[in-house]
Every structure is written in C-alpha cells, then in structure tokens.
T-cell receptor
Framework: GESVGLHLPTLSVQEGDNSIINCAYS??????FIWYKQESGKGPQFIID?????DKRQGQRVTVLLNKTVKHLSLQIAATQPGDSAVYFC??????????????FGKGTHLIIQP | KAGVTQTPRYLIKTRGQQVTLSCSPI?????VSWYQQTPGQGLQFLFE???????NKGNFPGRFSGRQFSNSRSEMNVSTLELGDSALYLC?????????????FGSGTRLTVV
C-alpha cells in the first residue's frame, strides 16, 4: 500500500510551548487516522484519532487536524511537558477488500522538550 | 482492565533457529495484529487474525506465520531466523476486524538474532 510520511524526524520545543507535528499521507482512500506516542522501551500508545468525515478533533491538550484536500494530518500538543518527550507516529487505516491491510505508519517524529 | 500482554519481553536466538512469540489481547478484543519495528523500516504490518483466521497479511516471507486461539490469544512464529529479523515485534488488539475503533499495542518482544 501507499506510505504515510512525516515531514520532520526531530522536533525540539521549549517546555510550555505548543508543539505541532505534521504528517502527509498519500492514500486518498484512507478513512481513519490515528496518532500514537512511543516512549523508549514501550509500545505505541494511542493519543487521538480522527475519521475522514471530520476536519478537527480535540482531546486533552491534543488536537488533530485533517486536511483531505492536501492529504495532510497534524497533531498539536498544547503546553508541552517533559512527559511529552517521545516519538510520535501517524498511522492510516484504509478500507480494502472488505477487511484491512493493517495500519500504515509514518516514520515518526522525535519530540524533544527543552527545559 | 489489563492491556495487551506480550511474552517474552526479550529474546536472543541464533541464526537458523525458530522462535515463537505470544500475545494476549485485551479482554473482549477479537482481533490481533502483529507488527515488526526496526530503525530502518519503521513499523510494518505482518498480519491480522480475527476469529482464529488470518484475515490480512503484509509483505513478509512465508517464514513469518501465526495463529490465533479460541480465546483470542495469538502466537507468531518465525522460522529459519536471519540476522535481519532482529527487531521489536509488536502485537496490537482491536475490538473489530480492521480496527474501526483503533488498536491497542503491547510493549513488544525485543528479538535479537546473533
């Protein structure tokens, strides 16, 4: 299948600032998108998801924006904290053949929080 | 509720050997998917099981196989191990086939092939 990509491998932000992590996807048939956070030694942890019939979804300190016109996804983290340090992945889920081909992950962005 | 449990956490094997990894999904989740994570290739889909049947398979050789039991627990097997199989193997469970409500991942099994 087509791949999901991320624009930046590393993002460094000051503690307390807002972070924006971007993701470009290429499969226009994808209808479900998920952001995961992965800390060292752990598996990916669900942060927030969005379906293709939505443009924006908010959670606690996180917002996901979906622009289907340019096939772009972003994750905004408000008031970044040291605990937000991790690698962030976007993933797409596209319907095909009545089932699924699994999630297609981007390469990941390493978010570094500066004190 | 308990999360996705993978055993063992770490494993060291020799080239040519085979290995079996285990995954217990969240209670009530009937779908189990497996992923391989490496620094070079990132996270790649291996296969998904639902109701004891493999429903989808990624682009991996036949040395990678799996199965799912009636209690939804799943095992993944890799035969004739190669150095390149060294990776973090992640299991994810979902309520439905295709993960309509998202996937929950376990902490993974770190496999090192020497």
């Amino acid at each position: 299948g087509e791949s999901v990509g991320l624009h930046l491998p590393t993002l460094s932000v000051q503690e307390g600032d807002n972070s924006i992590i971007n993701c470009a996807y290429s499969n226009s048939a994808s209808d479900y998108f998920i952001w995961y956070k992965q800390e060292s030694g752990k598996g990916p942890q669900f942060i927030i998801d969005i379906r293709s019939n939505m443009d924006k979804r908010q959670g606690q300190r996180v917002t996901v924006l979906l622009n289907k016109t340019v096939k772009h996804l972003s994750l905004q983290i408000a008031a970044t904290q040291p605990g937000d340090s991790a690698v962030y992945f976007c993933a797409e889920n596209s319907p095909s053949g009545g089932g699924a081909d699994g999630l297609t992950f981007g390469k990941g962005t390493h978010l570094i929080i500066q004190p | 509720k308990a999360g996705v449990t993978q055993t063992p956490r770490y494993l060291i094997k020799t080239r040519g050997q085979q290995v079996t990894l285990s995954c217990s999904p969240i209670s009530g989740h009937r779908s189990v998917s497996w992923y391989q994570q490496t620094p070079g290739q990132g996270l790649q889909f291996l296969f998904e099981y639902f109701s004891e049947t493999q429903r989808n398979k990624g682009n991996f050789p036949g040395r990678f196989s799996g199965r799912q039991f009636s209690n939804s627990r799943s095992e993944m097997n890799v035969s004739t191990l190669e150095l390149g199989d060294s990776a973090l193997y992640l299991c994810a469970s979902s309520r439905t086939l295709g993960g309509d409500y998202g996937y929950t991942f376990g902490s993974g099994t770190r496999l090192t092939v020497v």
